[in-house]
């Protein structure tokens, strides 16, 4: 039963019967890793750079306006995250839980090891940067949370780091964007470098992919990578892959109601596509959601983001409440071959439907993103 009465039902949500808990076994490290981090003292912090083959920049941290401590604090928490990923995957690769048959022979084998040892520590010194830049400002360091990372297999090692990094990718800009306007031009250079490695993580990872037992994601995904914002990376940490109330960091970024595409190996083609909606969600960091959405609203449109383009938008159809589980699911349609769209795209739940910018399509967004993860 469709329902308009979503204000009500937030009301009484303490009463629903829980959700099923997100399909990935919670798998975590304990911070700090054996390596010091996220507090290496010095000896520990030589180290770090040999095993990410590079150093923290070595010049002297501006002081930075009041909005990019916000940039800083979402790096941090993503960066923890990702160095959380690597660190459980690479101890994974290390100790045979993912068995030959995931590797062509051991030299393929030693490879990936090797590549997962130097990405982790990446992620170190990209937390770092980001911490680094709190600290010199007086602001507080963000806390490792715990995290729920799906690593049962090689594959879903891959796969996570994916649709992490692409949405790290897409936010980068936005992020770019914020601090040229704050006035903090020099942070722009310095995360411009951290994204070209993400990128190379990026072309890794998929070439890595199987897809329907193929390799059919080559590493360059599109010509200009997909536009995304600080709030859409936030809200996905907290949605996804932050553990409930783990997050006491207090950031001062939304989080949307989690939007998910239900449909799996999405192919470039024009295609409805069906979503859903958590109207209940369990949040890392406990944040209260607006309550006041009219979902019965004709004015309620998915918007889709792709390459540097110009958000474009699509009627819902099909809405459904289901007000026990508190879960609202609607088709949309996804016109990727018309739109030339491949690779990965945001998609996002908003009021009205003329955002012309990923930044507006996140102003106007009510629930998302929806990772779009094509098959190619
Ligand atoms: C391998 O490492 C993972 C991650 O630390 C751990 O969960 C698992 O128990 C280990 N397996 C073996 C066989 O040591
Ligand atoms: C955009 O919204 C207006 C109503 O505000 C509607 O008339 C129009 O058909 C919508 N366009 C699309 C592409 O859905
Ligand atoms: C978009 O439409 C809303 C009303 O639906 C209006 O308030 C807003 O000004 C419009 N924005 C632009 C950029 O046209």
Same mark, same amino acid.
């Given at each position: ?137 007086? !602001? ?5 949370? !715990? ?7 090689? !594959? ?97 970024? *939304? ?25 209940? *969600? ?95």
């Amino acid at each position: 039963m469709y329902s308009s009465d979503l204000f009500t039902l937030l009301l009484s949500a303490s009463l629903a019967t829980a959700l099923p808990a997100p399909a990935a076994a919670p798998n975590q490290n304990q911070f700090p890793i054996n390596d010091g981090f996220p507090n290496p003292n010095n000896d520990q912090l030589q180290k770090i750079f040999r095993g990410a083959h590079g150093t923290l920049p070595n010049t002297p941290i501006p002081k930075f306006h009041a909005d990019t401590f916000k940039s800083l604090q979402l790096i941090a928490t993503n960066e923890l995250a990702e160095v959380s990923l690597y660190q459980i995957c690479l101890l994974k690769l290390k100790n045979g839980t993912f068995g030959p048959e995931n590797f062509v022979n051991e030299e393929h084998r030693q490879f990936v090891i090797a590549t997962f040892d130097a990405f982790y520590q990446q992620e170190e010194v990209h937390t770092l940067i980001g911490q680094g830049g709190l600290q010199a400002n007086g !602001q507080p360091e963000v806390q490792p949370s !715990q995290y729920q990372l799906k690593t049962d297999t090689y !594959q879903d090692c891959l796969t996570t780091a994916n649709i992490l990094g692409d949405n790290v990718l897409g936010t980068s800009q936005g992020v770019i964007n914020q601090a040229i306007a704050a006035g903090d031009s020099g942070l722009a250079a310095q995360l411009d470098s951290l994204i070209a490695q993400e990128g190379q993580q990026s072309g890794f990872l998929r070439s890595e992919m199987l897809v329907n037992g193929k390799h059919s994601r080559i590493p360059g995904a599109m010509p200009a990578y997909t536009a995304s914002t600080r709030e859409f990376l936030f809200a996905l940490l907290e949605q996804n892959f932050i553990k409930p109330g783990t997050d006491k960091n207090n950031i001062n970024l *939304p989080v949307y109601f989690p939007l998910s595409v239900q449909n799996k190996n999405i192919d470039p083609v024009d295609q409805t596509l069906n979503y859903q909606v958590n109207l209940n *969600p369990k949040t890392g960091n406990n944040y209260k959601f607006i309550s006041k959405v009219n979902w019965d609203s004709k004015d309620l449109y998915l918007a889709y983001i792709s390459g540097q383009n110009k958000p474009f938008f699509e009627p819902i159809k099909n809405v459904k409440m289901n007000s026990k589980r508190l879960i609202l699911t609607f088709d949309a349609d996804f016109p990727a071959d018309t739109n030339i769209i491949n690779g990965f795209a945001v998609g996002a739940l908003t009021s009205g439907n003329n955002s012309t910018t990923a930044q507006e399509v996140t102003s106007n967004t009510v629930a998302g993103p929806a990772t779009i993860e094509l098959t190619n």
